[in-house]
């Protein structure tokens, strides 16, 4: 869709076909019908960061920035200690903005606040390029990082930014995310929550902006094959293109190129290695209650199975009321838990009751809630797990076929499997076709930001504490 949205608006002229496998656009940033409610209920919360520029500006350019409540602080919430507020310092500038808020942190000893800040400090020091084949937890052992620091503070950043353990995440993703989503610039750290179901926000008012602009939207046209003479092959029939932007996940690619002849099949990119690439589940558990658990709008737990809370975005300052009068009202909450795979290893009522004893633990008000109702959602393959080895797996949006280019976040973007990511890879794919078709002949007089927005600009002190070369 963010190659469909780049293309249609800088090329109006083209004729544009986007093929969706699924009933609505979206990918897998969907919803499903509640079919107590009726109410659009996402698979699993969807948030983005401040330093999502490329995310943000389309949003903006479609007008759907409405459709995000921006939050500038979070809630962190630990078993055993009082909350504790993570707010970036107004009037410091990056990254002392900071500072404040790792000693805010009650649940963590001051042993461990000085660790942290000499981890950061580290790390703000250490450029991405000397990082190489290091995994996140090898890198932060090496840097005096204890496991409780690790478990109480690197994990919780880190394990629900990259969908992934740190065991097996790699250390030059984990700096991504911390100096570009933290330390860098003001507002980099800023949470920003859809108000609207994602299939609201990217199936139905998206696809309105594109098919107003001409691009046709058919759904239900899973892509079956792609030809090597650029005619794409669906059950509904066959398509010639002049150009293919291909944007299957990674672990389907290759069945889209497997009847190719060697010799052709030698000028894509390694499908089957891409395929290979390892998953990360994501687990979803969405909770009915009789009555409000907490007034947070959302909160960040740690030490506990559950990862993430969030209260129903769509009705945060309205509670549901019930169908009929003889119906309680229902109050809906969400747990994310991510890089879920030993979570969910054991039963589903173990799970279901861990969290909600963590809840309980956590809310006063939940002791007395009493559960109507709840739905426990796992997609297998939420996220691609970004290993150090990962990286040099992942294409380029070019390929060798100048008719061809690949999108998806498990491609080149420079980001972890993110909605940035995401869109960051269709505006790469949309430039390449362009280019590819000779659209941006005169490229010197091409606006920098009209395929890509640049990250956000840090001051002067973070360029000259953080190092980049």
């Not at 139905?204 to 939207?217: F, K, N, Q, Y």
């Not at 659209?439 to 920098?448: A, E, F, G, M, Q």
Request: glycine share 6%; proline share 7%.
């Amino acid at each position: 869709m963010a190659a469909a949205e780049t293309l249609s608006r800088v090329h109006p002229d083209d004729q544009i076909t986007l093929l969706e496998s699924k009933r609505i656009t979206g990918g897998r940033a969907g919803s499903y019908v509640d079919p107590e409610t009726e109410a659009e209920v996402d698979y699993c919360q969807h948030a983005a960061m401040g330093c999502c520029t490329n995310l943000i500006e389309m949003l903006d350019r479609c007008g759907l920035q409405q459709h995000f409540r921006r939050y500038r602080s979070l809630t962190f919430l630990h078993p055993d200690h009082p909350p504790s507020r993570f707010a970036p310092n107004g009037w410091l500038p990056p990254p002392l903005h900071l500072l404040g808020t790792i000693g805010a942190q009650r649940y963590l000893a001051a042993r461990q606040k000085r660790e942290i800040l000499g981890g950061l400090w580290k790390l703000m020091r250490t450029p991405p390029r000397v990082l190489g084949d290091c995994r996140a937890r090898q890198w932060l052992a090496q840097a005096g990082q204890s496991d409780d620091s690790v478990r109480e503070f690197w994990d919780v950043i880190l394990v629900s930014a990259l969908g992934e353990t740190t065991g097996h995440v790699s250390m030059a993703a984990a700096r991504k995310v911390l100096i570009d989503g933290f330390a860098i610039a003001r507002g980099a750290s800023d949470v920003l929550v859809p108000t609207v179901p994602l299939a609201e926000l990217f199936g139905r008012l998206l696809s309105a902006v594109l098919t107003g602009r001409g691009v046709e939207i058919r759904t239900g046209h899973a892509v079956e094959q792609i030809t090597p003479e650029a005619r794409v092959i669906t059950a509904s029939g066959d398509l010639d293109a002049d150009a293919v932007i291909c944007a299957v996940p990674w672990h389907r690619i290759d069945k889209l190129f497997d009847r190719w002849p060697e010799a052709d099949r030698n000028r894509l990119p390694d499908v089957d290695a891409i395929s290979q690439i390892p998953s990360s589940p994501i687990t979803g558990l969405h909770l009915w209650f009789d009555s409000p658990i907490t007034a947070l709008d959302h909160a960040v737990m740690v030490g506990t199975t559950a990862q993430w809370l969030f209260r129903d975005p769509f009705e945060s300052h309205h509670p549901p009321a019930a169908k009929s009068t003889d119906e309680p009202s229902q109050f809906y909450y969400q747990v994310v838990i991510s890089a879920s795979k030993e979570s969910i290893s054991g039963s589903k009522q173990e799970l279901i009751d861990t969290v909600l004893a963590e809840l309980r633990h956590a809310f006063p008000a939940a002791r007395n809630a009493n559960l109507l109702r709840h739905r426990l959602v796992t997609d297998p393959n939420s996220v691609f797990s970004l290993r150090p080895d990962v990286d040099a797996i992942r294409p380029a949006a070019t390929t060798q076929l100048p008719w061809l280019a690949l999108a998806g976040d498990w491609t080149q973007t420079g980001w972890p499997a993110t909605m940035e990511g995401a869109v960051i890879s269709g505006r790469l794919a949309a430039r390449a076709v362009a280019q590819q078709l000779g659209r941006d002949s005169n490229r010197d007089s091409i606006p920098s930001n009209r395929y890509l927005c640049p990250g956000l600009p840090p001051g002067r002190l973070a360029r000259w504490l953080i190092r980049h070369d």
